[in-house]
Each structure stands twice: as structure tokens, then as C-alpha cells.
């Protein structure tokens, strides 16, 4: 099994719901807290498991503006893991998430120079990598209605630009969106083979 | 890259501490007088060095209380492969000058320490070179240039020490090579810098983000401010320091020493050879601070502009 999200780039509004989701889920949740510094400053900063950037492509007046999520992929092959000195890093055999024990981390930014999308960010309060649990303590709790059993961005998308399931189950919505919208993987020059996938925007022509 | 003093530090101090140790070792196997007092002294000099840069490291640690946890992955870690053989190097140096005090001379403990000092080479620069998407570190030249750099600063070292205690087998046998590693050095830092200034980025924001439609540029990085990632991976430099440092590094890590110790072997002066340590050391640190600087991290791609 190998759960994954799937980003869908046609329907993405940049509402940033996905964003301040994560942030109060996971903040509060066993991941956390997610450290905020000059909250109310000029240069306000903190962690986030996600974020929503915001492209420009083509030419004036064939432009187009895309909303583009970021999170850790969870690389079926991921560099940041072996490079770990203290084990701390892993990904979990049973669902193919990449995790961080805080309990182990030493603090010594080695994963985040080993990953090429720029997925982790060292919490300056805690001093320790955090990075996307794709809602770990939430999707297997059994506690909650099945229906809440997905990652907090997911629940929270009001447009349905994130699908979340097992990527290797031909049968699951996130592997056939990608067979059949052509869903590719970021940066695929580097074989790390990220478990999520981009839906490409498909530019309808007016008539 | 943003450097951090500490791994400078870290990699500077430790480089020169196994080049002072690789070259007594190689003196001492191959059957160069040495004093008692001088192996001391040097051993001596190298362990302080090299135990200053252990200390350094754990200013680069986030939970240094919990650094011992660092020996775990071995198996595939270099930076955990660093972490055990760091305090092993220390530990040979150590037993080392300890035998030599006590009037022993085996050969095992230079062949053990020299053994230590190369593997501590290897491990440090692949930390660096495994990382195969930072293509300035990603190359050989990586570890060459670390290792180069480090017996250069080692030997000058050695024979300023030896200068100044009138070791004068092992001026005999080592002034020349000082020179020479000087030189050296400075030759592959120049070839790994034609290179990295040659260097086509793999990554580009089309691959980064898979949009296809041309030209792509970024509008919002998804914050106001910034984050860990525009701290950690930006040196924040401009162009004209970079070009400065480069130039410190080149002229006082390797011109200038590489002439101070000519002179010295010219002329049998003790002075030059302190003169070229002590003009060595900060080019060197230059040199380090530009080897973080230049590396350009592709993540740098999703972070172009704050808003």
C-alpha cells in the first residue's frame, strides 16, 4: 500500500483552506505544536506541513495563473531517509508514509539538504524536522466516522482539487485519476518516485 | 546553500588535524627521525584541533543533547559513518602521542591514525557528494578538494611546528611537500570552480512544478514572510561578496601560503612557515564558506518570491 494525495491543478482556487487546515489540525494533533515566531511582527514565520503557490504561465494575453500545493510527496524512494544518522527518518512498510520520530531527531537539517522539493521544515521552537504525516493519526483512527478517516487538507478542499488513497490499488480513485488524466510525478529526473501526483491543467478553448 | 559557521568550522579544523596526523604518520613509517617531545606536541596540536571541531559540530544540532543517537545508521548514513569515526581519529591521535610519551614506537599506531584520517576524509566529503541533486557537491572533486585542502593546512602546520622545535629530518622530508599539497589544492579548487561555474541547473521550474505552458513564473511562494526553507537553502549573499570570499579564499587559502612557504625553504626562516599558517587558516574558512554558498539547491526553484 502506498497512500498518496492526488492534486487536481484544473480546480485548485488558492483559497489556502488546505494551508490553515493542516495548520490547526496538525498543530493541536500528536504532530505538534507547529511553532509560529513574530506571529504579529513584520517577518512573521512558522511551520507548515503545506503550502499553496502560486505560478504564472504563457504570455500576456494568453496567460494562465495556476494554484500549484506543495507538501512532502512521500517518495516511494526517498532520499531523505537513508541519509538519517539516527533513524528518526523512516518510511512506514504498512502505508508507505515517510514520518519523522521527534522523539529521535536531532536536529541536524541532513534530511532536508537530501530532499530535492524542499518538503521539510525544521520547527524552530522544537527544534526538530516536521514534515507532511499525511494525517497519520487520523486516517487509521478507527474513532472516527469513515468519512473523516482523510488528511485534514483533503476534508477541507471546498473544490475537490485533492484526492487521497492507496496509489497502488489499481481500483482507488487516486490510481485511476492518475491513469486516466495523466497525473505526473514533480522533479521525475531524480527517480525518487513521489507517491503524489499533479493532475495537469486542461486548457479549454473557447468556442 | 546558507553556511553554518559550525560545519565550517567542523570541517576546516578537522581537515588540518588529519593532515597533521597523515603526515606524521607517512614520516613515521617511513623511517623519518622525529623527537619525542615534537610527536607529542604535534599529536597533541592535532587532537585539540580536532576535538574543537567535534564541539563545533554540536552547534549545528538542533537537540544536541540527543547527538550519541547519531551512531545509529551506519549502514547508509555518511553522516552517521562521520559521527563514529570523528571520535575514533581522536581517540588513535590520542593513544598515539601516549605510546610516543611513554617511549613505545610500534608502527601500528601511524598506520591506525592514518587509516582513521583518510576514512574521516572520505566520510565528510561524502556527506556531500551522496547528495546527487546538489551538483557542485556531487562529484568527486568534493572529496578531493577536502582532502587536499586538509593535508595542505596539515603539513604546513607540521613543519611550522618542526621549524620552530628544529626537526630538521623531517623539514628535510616534509617543507617540499607542504608546497607542493599547497599547490595542489589550489588547483583542483580551481577546476571544481570552472566547474560548478559551468554547471546547467537539472531542475527547472518546468520539471519542479510539471506546468508545460512557457514562460512559467512564480507569483506567490505561499507566504508572507519568509520560512526554514529561504533561511536554510539561501545564503542571502550578494553577487559581490560571493566574488570577494572566492578571491580571499583563493589568494589566503592557497597563494599566498603556497609563497610564504617557498620562502621559508629558500631562506630556512622559521617565521614564514607561522606567517603561512596563520594567512592559511582564514582562506581556508573562506574557501569552506564558499564551497555551502555555491551549492544551489533545487527546492530554491519553489521559493523565488515572498508573498
Given at each position: 500500500m502506498q497512500l498518496a494525495l492526488v492534486i487536481d491543478l484544473n480546480v485548485c482556487v488558492g483559497c489556502h483552506a488546505c494551508v490553515t487546515s493542516c495548520k490547526e489540525w496538525n498543530t493541536g494533533g500528536a504532530?505538534?505544536?507547529?511553532t509560529d515566531q513574530?506571529?504579529?511582527?513584520?517577518d512573521p514565520t512558522g511551520t507548515f506541513f503545506n503550502r499553496v503557490q502560486t505560478y504564472e504561465a504563457g504570455t500576456f494575453p494568453d496567460t494562465e495563473t495556476i494554484h500549484f500545493p506543495k507538501s512532502c510527496l512521500h517518495c516511494e524512494d526517498p532520499p531523505c531517509v537513508p541519509v538519517c544518522p539516527t533513524g528518526a527518518s523512516y518510511k512506514r512498510k504498512e502505508d508507505g508514509i515517510v514520518l519523522v520520530d521527534y522523539d529521535k531527531c536531532i536536529g541536524c537539517k541532513y534530511c532536508a539538504w537530501a530532499c530535492p522539493y524542499g518538503a521539510r521544515e525544521l520547527d524552530e521552537g522544537r527544534q526538530v524536522m516536521t514534515k507532511c504525516t499525511l494525517c497519520v493519526d487520523r486516517i487509521h483512527d478507527e474513532a472516527l466516522a469513515p468519512d473523516d478517516r482523510k488528511p485534514a487538507c483533503v476534508k477541507a478542499c471546498p473544490t475537490n482539487a485533492r484526492l487521497f488513497g492507496d496509489i497502488h490499488d489499481p481500483q482507488s480513485d487516486v490510481a485511476q485519476a492518475i491513469r486516466e488524466r495523466d497525473g505526473y510525478p514533480l522533479m521525475?529526473?531524480?527517480?525518487?518516485?513521489?507517491?503524489n501526483h499533479y493532475l495537469p491543467r486542461r486548457v479549454n478553448k473557447a468556442p | 546553500m546558507n553556511p553554518a559557521f559550525s560545519v565550517i568550522f567542523l570541517t576546516t579544523l578537522s581537515g588540518t588535524a588529519q593532515g597533521v596526523v597523515v603526515a606524521l604518520a607517512l614520516a613515521a613509517l617511513s623511517g623519518v627521525p622525529m623527537s619525542r617531545g615534537y610527536q607529542v606536541i604535534a599529536l597533541g596540536c592535532a587532537a585539540v584541533l580536532a576535538i574543537v571541531a567535534l564541539a563545533a559540530s554540536f552547534f549545528h544540532l538542533g537537540r544536541p543533547e540527543r547527538a550519541w543517537r547519531a551512531a545509529a545508521r551506519w549502514r547508509t548514513s555518511w553522516l552517521s559513518r562521520e559521527v563514529i569515526v570523528l571520535p575514533a581519529f581522536i581517540a588513535a591521535a590520542v593513544l598515539w602521542a601516549w605510546l610516543v610519551a611513554r617511549g613505545t614506537s610500534a608502527p601500528w599506531p601511524p598506520l591506525l591514525a592514518l587509516l582513521l584520517a583518510v576514512a574521516l576524509w572520505v566520510c565528510t566529503a561524502m556527506i556531500y557528494a551522496c547528495l546527487r541533486f546538489i551538483a557542485e557537491w556531487a562529484h568527486p572533486f568534493t572529496l578531493v578538494t577536502f582532502s587536499f585542502t586538509g593535508l595542505a593546512a596539515g603539513l604546513t602546520l607540521a613543519c611550522a611546528l618542526a621549524a620552530t622545535l628544529a626537526e630538521t629530518p623531517l623539514l628535510a622530508a616534509a617543507g617540499a611537500s607542504a608546497l607542493v599539497a599547497t599547490l595542489l589544492a589550489g588547483v583542483a579548487r580551481v577546476l571544481s570552480l570552472r566547474r560548478n561555474a559551468a554547471l546547467k541547473p537539472r531542475s527547472t521550474l518546468r520539471t519542479a512544478t510539471g506546468i508545460t505552458a512557457t514562460p512559467i513564473r512564480q507569483?506567490?511562494?505561499?507566504?508572507s514572510a519568509g520560512a526554514f526553507n529561504t533561511r536554510e537553502f539561501f545564503h542571502h549573499a550578494t553577487a559581490a561578496t560571493v566574488r570577494n570570499v572566492k578571491l580571499i579564499a583563493l589568494v589566503a587559502g592557497f597563494v599566498l601560503p603556497a609563497a610564504c612557504i617557498a620562502w621559508a625553504l629558500a631562506t630556512g626562516a622559521i617565521a614564514p612557515w607561522w606567517l603561512a599558517v596563520l594567512v592559511q587558516a582564514p582562506g581556508l574558512v573562506a574557501d569552506r564558506w564558499l564551497f555551502f554558498a555555491q551549492a544551489r539547491h533545487p527546492q530554491n526553484l519553489y521559493y523565488q518570491r515572498v508573498a
Open positions: 504532530a505538534g505544536p507547529l513574530h506571529a504579529y511582527a513584520a521525475p529526473e531524480w527517480d525518487t518516485k513521489p507517491a | 507569483i506567490s511562494m505561499g507566504m
